[in-house]
């Protein structure tokens, strides 16, 4: 799977991870977010514990509705408890527990600490404030500095982030502003107090190809000259391939692999990653190939599958997978210092007790849970 | 969208090193005298579709002005005589075009039945409505924006539930039976401490002029101001939905200055329109709330004309008032201009 020249979206060399410092910089330990609704119980985050280093990239992927934004919001703290909404876990960062934090406290590490960047530029920007005050607003807030050096500040940062003219710029108004300026408007602000962590929620979803590449190589370099780090928050596999150290897969509100980003790619072991994979059409190779869909829809978070939450979609599936859910494990070490690969499958992609359940229901022409299994379908 | 808007696609460059400024300014400039002429021809035949509608109906009117005017002992010879006086044996378009010429000159022409200027009894009536009017307008904004807003920020909550209760009461209450509850209440029955009636004039006495306008306008502004917090409560809610509040509190901004500095501007738009209508309706008079406290505003002095057939007191008033709410809702127009920057370019 090299990434051909042609494709705006991937790049060839995947990026090194930083040097392992001591204690990381967010540690999620067991985040939940459930939601109280009259159909019943959404489990939109599900138990899920990861940790970012200072100047680390961690993506985070999922399909819609897999519960990554709401995951991410809980990480800040946008998401509380109360009203139907109910929480569990602890997010620690810097070495607070920011669960445990007011309202007051939380609101001064939020733009100062802690930014956060939002998929859809054309709503996320406020349409009646000048850009210069929505950019000022939160270092007049979070820095000791007078209004003028707020406003030098606003320029510099709208030129940073590659932005013609700032000077004109920060007297404009959102809607003169095309979607790729506006999310370069939102990355000015979130920047606007150097945040230690970037929580960067779907950042180009909404915007068209080409300038997603803009704008995710903006990131990456922003990124890597401030040495904050980013939480990457997308559906789509090929943007965080060259551009993250780490990928958590999310699926059900939970994660079901994890592991750095070059041995990810490499060796898939959760059949829904390497679903995630296949379903990106390939660059390279014939065109008009039929593409790899995941069958089936994602899980309803009301009633969750009994066992793996993947094995109704899963061409793999197996008995035990429709009963029993499996945990998140380690991979087997391949080194001494072999890098953190978790994954939650019975039948891990690659193995042999998986070759036998391929095997198996390519026989019987459909999975445990009747999913329908073709050759074609499995070929990897 | 317009030539003045200067953006191109991202990144590039806007066009000419100069800047578009002066191009641009040009540009704006002869959209905005477009936008008052066009304002203005609209003026124009508002005031002459209602002028001459009223002149029309007062004609309709079943009843003869010159035996109204003439007394009802007067005798049939009396009455032709007044007729002739009043010119109103001449046609009904001649009388409109000769008061439309008068008008034009600035002679709005004299009551029937007091001889009083038009000009002169509506320079003693509108300044008593226009007060009532604006009194009125501002308390029920000054009550209603707050609440809403803290309605909005805290919904379904102990303040949201009290105002909406009390709001849909004072709102069901029909005004005649508001003002007497309040007179009761305070000029009455429990108390005296403002007067139930009648009307002093500010430059007379202030203080007496801002008690005796309390009252008329508490009985005004209750069922606006239910309304308008429900509106802004509403418009609020859903703005408070949107990603550009969630970027806000992700930045840190206190929920104060969310709802104050983000929040209510962009959620402001309908609250503004109703307002306006309401102030222009307002201007017009309130007969029941004028009536009532014996306060000697528009609204008494057009039912009065009505029943006395003068007709020229009548179409005085009736063309201040259509004067007035078209300028009232260029107003609003100009506003929405101030608050609301996308607006700006459509003009």
Redesign the interface.
């Known amino acids: 799977m090299t990434a051909a020249a042609d494709d705006p979206l991937a790049l060839p060399d995947p990026v090194e991870p930083p040097a392992a410092p001591g204690e990381p910089l967010l540690v999620a330990d067991d985040v939940t977010v459930r939601f109280h609704t009259r159909n019943g119980v959404v489990h939109a985050v599900d138990g899920v514990s990861l940790d970012l280093r200072e100047g680390e990239v961690l993506a985070v992927v999922g399909e819609s509705g897999s519960g990554k934004t709401v995951f991410t919001r809980r990480l ?1 703290g ?1 998401v509380t408890g109360g009203r139907g909404t109910e929480v569990g876990g602890s997010v620690r960062f810097a070495g607070t527990d920011l669960t445990t934090l007011s309202a ?1 406290r939380l ?6 600490e ?3 960047i ?3 530029p054309m ?7 000048r850009i210069g005050a929505q950019i000022t ?2 270092i007049l ?2 820095r000791k500095v007078s209004k003028t050096e707020a406003a030098k500040r606003a320029v510099e940062l709208l030129r940073s982030v ?4 700032p000077e ?1 710029r920060v007297r ?2 959102p ?7 506006r999310q370069r408007v ?1 990355i000015a ?1 979130a920047l606007a107090c150097d945040p230690r962590l970037l929580l960067a929620d779907e950042p180009t979803t909404a915007l068209d190809v080409t ?1 997603q590449a ?1 704008i995710l190589d903006l990131l990456a370099d922003l990124q890597a000259r401030s040495g904050m780090a980013m939480l990457l928050v997308t559906h789509d596999l090929r943007v965080v391939r060259s551009r993250s150290h780490r990928i958590a897969v999310m699926y059900a509100g939970r994660i079901v692999e994890t592991a750095p980003t070059s041995t990810l790619f490499a060796d898939p072991l959760m059949p829904y990653t390497e679903a995630l994979m296949n379903a990106v059409p390939p660059v390279t190779g014939p065109n008009h190939v039929r593409l790899q869909v995941i069958p089936g829809r994602p899980p309803d978070l009301i009633r969750p599958p009994a066992g793996c939450k993947f094995s109704p979609r899963c061409p793999y599936a197996q008995d035990r997978c429709l009963t029993e859910e499996p945990p998140l494990r380690d991979a087997e070490p391949s080194g001494p210092d072999a890098p953190v690969h978790r994954y939650r499958c019975w039948f891990p992609v690659g193995s042999p007790a998986w070759a036998e359940a391929k095997a198996r229901n390519i026989e019987r022409g459909s999975s445990a849970a009747g999913t329908p299994v073709t050759e074609e379908m499995v070929l990897t | 969208m317009t030539d003045t ?7 590039a ?2 066009a000419g090193p100069a ?1 578009p400024a002066g191009p641009r300014r040009a540009g704006k400039r002869r959209h905005t005298s477009r936008y008052v002429r066009a304002r203005l021809t609209h003026l124009l035949l508002v005031l002459l579709a209602v002028t001459f509608l009223s002149f029309v109906v007062v004609d309709l009117l079943p009843g003869d002005a010159a035996v109204v005017v003439a007394g009802e002992n007067a005798t049939p010879e009396q009455v032709q005589e007044v007729r002739e006086t009043l010119q109103l044996d001449r046609p009904l378009l001649i009388r409109y075009v000769d008061w439309l010429g008068g008008v034009l000159t600035g002679d709005l022409g004299s009551s029937f039945r007091t001889g009083q200027p038009v000009l002169e009894a509506l320079g003693e009536r509108i300044p008593v409505s226009l007060q009532l009017a604006v009194v009125a307008q501002l308390l029920a904004l000054v009550i209603a924006v707050p609440l809403a807003v803290y309605s909005a920020y805290r919904p379904g909550r102990l303040v949201d539930r009290t105002t909406m209760t009390l709001g849909f009461a004072g709102a069901a209450m029909p005004q005649f039976v508001l003002g007497m509850v309040l007179i009761v209440v305070f000029a009455g029955g429990f108390s005296s401490v403002l007067p139930a009636t009648g009307y002093t004039s500010f430059f007379d006495d202030p203080l007496a002029n801002l008690r005796s306008i309390i009252l008329p306008c508490v009985t005004l502004m209750v069922a606006e101001a239910a309304v308008y917090r429900q509106l802004l409560r509403s418009d609020m809610i859903s703005t408070l939905q ?3 509040i ?9 929920p104060r200055a969310i709802l104050l ?2 929040a209510l ?2 959620s402001s738009f309908s609250l503004i329109t109703l307002s306006g209508v309401n102030l222009g309706r307002l201007i017009g008079g309130t007969v029941i709330v004028e009536t009532l406290f014996a306060i000697p505003g528009l609204g008494q002095l057009i039912v009065q004309a009505v029943f006395n057939r003068d007709y020229l007191i009548l179409q005085g008033a009736l063309l201040f008032v259509a004067v007035a709410y078209v300028a009232i809702n260029m107003l609003i127009d100009l506003l929405y201009l101030v ?4 607006v700006r370019r459509d003009v």
């Open positions: 800040m946008l007051a609101s001064r590490i939020w733009g100062a802690i930014a956060l939002l998929q859809d709503t996320s920007l406020n349409p009646v404030k607003e939160s807030l979070h590659g932005l013609s003219e004109r404009q108004y809607h003169e502003l095309s979607g790729g300026m939102t602000i300038v803009q | 808007m200067p953006v191109g696609s991202t990144g460059p806007p800047g949107e990603d550009f969630l970027m806000a509190r992700s930045k840190g901004l206190r500095r983000h501007r962009p608050l609301d920057p996308r």
